[in-house]
């Protein structure tokens, strides 16, 4: 009986043996293929290779955003290397504070955690003592804007995991950011590359942009806008420069702006570009489109005379008035004096769709398509074709004296680049690649007679825009803001538009001093026009102009 029991034990165990054997040589032969390829399948890993994002230029070849070679650290908080001393000393290495060790254990479960993004190539140098214990280095790259905030609105951020945010930055992405490639890399157990199995597909580096920006005015401008703001403590304030040549935007800039390269006290507000996004009713600034409105209509002559005696009038229940009684006054007097008067008469007169048509060729209530993020098309009315209708009738006076309707800064300067090429509209561009294609839209003689009034002399109102050896060209308007139930009480906006020189205009540029308290108006008024004669003082001579 025991021999029977042994016998049957030992037969048992041959078997077993056998079945193993089998299962062996099966495993090994024929499907060791299909398992080597499930292997593979669970180590084999498909890699993107970032593609280098290309360089922002200005129109002189000067870099305004560009790429720095950086490392992302993280570690493997399931690791066992990572030990109490070596978690603190890689703290006091990458300036982390002391919730370090905190953090790795509450994520001890996890095989991934940053520890610090866009670490500079020597502080990498000194960490890599610390790959021992598991800490890895993932080289990337960050943008770089050599100009920090003058040229943060234009040119705009990405994010710290390289996304477009704004400016052209997001404008052109899909130009800038290139085509990633790939590659297939075997990782081991713990996630790390052990090898490359296959060849890689190149990445396809992104295309470079070459702005119509100046840096060189951008820095200028900035200067005096910045002393601006400080003298007189004004919140927001933006200026415009447009080469009315090209219609290519030389400057933009606002205050407050942000630096790009440290955004440790990054405000929100502060990334707008309002120069392209915020939208007022700019007042007498549009005078001088009132006044190409009423010549072309064939309604007035250079030589028409307006009686604005006693200095008000009345349009239905409300009343117009001018701060002095100016009497009558030659259509060459009209911008110089300012007379709301006047502006609403001569509105009575033209046809009601008139001053919308004009507005419109000048690019008041369309996007302008600078290229830029935010822009707005701002709001212009059409008061209808319906003479008897008092209140359309009111909606074209307040037109006229630039109410009632809404704009962007980058509409009006863009509209005085029509008075600067003489009756033609040029589209405004940023991309120094888009060549100008002009349209005309006024006859030239009716901008050339309006042109002349603008020209600032010692007697204007605006005089302190006077620009020392040149002739320029601008006007200026404290404009009411609107608000619930009516206009603010406490403060305005201060708008300046300018050109120079007159005999062949180089450059056009608009201001805004925005929310200015009734208390300052003054001031800040002479300040304004202060600001364009300083920059195209400076601006000028370093565009090689010598027409004065």
């Known amino acids: 009986m025991r021999v029977w029991r042994y016998n049957f034990i030992l037969v048992l165990f041959g ?8 299962r062996l040589l099966m495993l090994g032969t024929l499907e060791s293929v299909d398992l080597q390829s499930r292997g593979d399948d669970r180590a084999l890993r498909a890699v993107e290779i970032p593609a280098q994002r290309g360089r922002v230029y200005d129109r002189a070849g000067e870099v305004l955003a560009d790429n720095l070679d950086v490392y992302d650290v993280w570690v493997d908080p399931s690791d066992g290397r990572l030990s109490e001393e070596v978690v603190e000393r890689l703290s006091d290495s990458l300036d982390l504070g002391t919730d370090l060790p905190s953090r790795i254990a509450r994520n001890r ?15 990498v140098a000194r ?3 610390f790959e021992r214990y ?3 280095f993932s080289p990337i790259q960050k943008r770089f804007y050599p100009l920090g905030e003058a040229t943060s609105h234009v040119v705009g951020i990405l994010n710290i995991d390289g996304v477009a945010q ?9 130009r800038l950011r290139g085509t990633p490639g790939r590659m297939q890399v075997q990782r081991d157990g713990k996630g790390r590359m052990v090898r490359q199995v296959s060849a890689s597909t190149p990445a396809q580096q992104g295309n470079s942009l070459h702005l119509t920006l100046d840096s060189r005015l951008q820095l200028l401008a900035l200067r005096e806008l910045k002393a601006l703001t400080e003298r007189f403590d004004i919140a927001v304030a933006s200026l415009i420069a447009i080469d009315p040549t090209s219609g290519g935007v030389r400057v933009m800039l606002n205050q407050p702006s942000y630096d790009p390269n440290d955004r440790s006290e ?11 996004t915020d939208v007022y009713e700019p007042g007498l600034v549009l005078a001088p489109f009132t006044l190409i409105a009423a010549l072309e209509s064939g309604k007035f002559q250079p030589d028409s005379t307006i009686d604005t005696t ?11 008035t001018d701060s002095v009684n100016h009497g009558v006054l030659s259509f060459d007097q009209l911008l110089q004096s300012h007379s709301n008067v006047a502006l609403t008469k001569i509105a009575q007169v033209l046809p009601l769709s008139a001053l919308h048509n004009t507005l419109r060729k000048v690019g008041i209530g369309v996007v302008p398509e600078s290229g830029l993020p935010g822009e707005v098309p701002g709001m212009v009315d059409d008061p209808g074709t319906n003479p008897t209708d008092s209140e359309r009738i009111l909606e074209q006076t307040g037109m006229a004296r630039g109410y009632g309707l809404n704009a962007t800064l980058l509409h009006l300067t863009a509209a005085y680049t029509v008075l600067a090429k003489g009756g033609v509209r040029i589209p405004v561009t940023t991309d120094n690649g888009m060549p100008p294609q002009g349209e005309r839209v006024f006859s030239a003689p009716s901008v050339k007679a309006v042109l002349a009034q603008l020209e600032i002399t010692e007697s204007s109102r605006w005089k302190a825009a006077r620009v020392p050896g040149y002739r320029v060209a601008g006007l200026g308007s404290v404009s009411d803001i609107a608000v619930s139930g009516g206009y603010s009480k406490e403060d305005r906006n201060v708008f300046f538009l300018g050109l120079a020189p007159i005999a062949e205009p180089k450059l056009v540029v608009g201001l805004i001093a925005n929310r200015v308290p009734v208390a300052n108006l003054a001031g800040v008024a002479e300040a304004v026009g202060a600001v364009f004669a300083q920059f195209m003082n400076g601006a000028l001579p370093l565009m090689g102009t010598g027409v004065r």
């Not at 078997?15 to 089998?22: E, G, H, I, S, Y």
């Not at 400016?167 to 899909?174: F, M, N, Q, T």
């Not at 990054?266 to 392209?276: F, G, I, Q, Y």
């Not at 006693?310 to 117009?320: A, H, N, S, T, V």
């Open 127 to 129: 960490l890599r003592e």
């Open 166 to 174: 704004e400016g052209v930055e997001l404008a052109y992405d899909a």
């Open 15 to 22: 078997l077993l043996c056998l079945v193993v054997a089998a």
């Open 109 to 123: 479960v996890k095989r991934f955690l940053y520890l610090k993004r866009q670490v500079e190539p020597k502080v």
């Open 310 to 320: 006693p200095g008000l009038i009345k349009i239905g229940r409300y009343e117009i």
């Open 266 to 276: 990054l405000k929100v507000l502060s990334l707008r570009n309002r120069a392209v």
């Open 134 to 136: 598991g800490v890895q």
